[in-house]
């Protein structure tokens, strides 16, 4: 179970990693200000902590039920 919670996190991470990545590009061609970029790397920080903290959450029920038995 660890290791397929590890996964998930290292998934929603790449997420965030390649949202990083596209928002600089988008800087660079001028598509979006600094100051949006900021706000939207916040709002993407934000919701990887949630779904990761999401992942730990449902890991630590799984294995409470799993020691149950």
């Given at each position: 179970?660890?290791?397929?919670?590890?996964?998930?996190?290292?998934?929603?991470?790449?997420?965030?990693?390649d949202v990083?990545?596209?928002?600089?590009?988008?800087?660079?061609?001028?598509?979006?200000?600094?100051?949006?970029?900021?706000?939207?790397?916040?709002?993407?920080?934000?919701?990887?902590?949630?779904?990761?903290?999401?992942?730990?959450?449902?890991?630590?029920?799984k294995?409470?039920?799993?020691?149950?038995?």
């Amino acid at each position: 179970m660890r290791h397929m919670a590890e996964e998930g996190r290292v998934a929603v991470r790449n997420v965030r990693r390649d949202v990083m990545r596209h928002l600089e590009e988008l800087v660079r061609n001028g598509d979006v200000g600094d100051d949006e970029e900021r706000a939207a790397e916040g709002r993407v920080q934000k919701l990887t902590d949630e779904h990761v903290h999401r992942i730990d959450d449902l890991l630590k029920h799984k294995e409470a039920e799993i020691m149950e038995v």
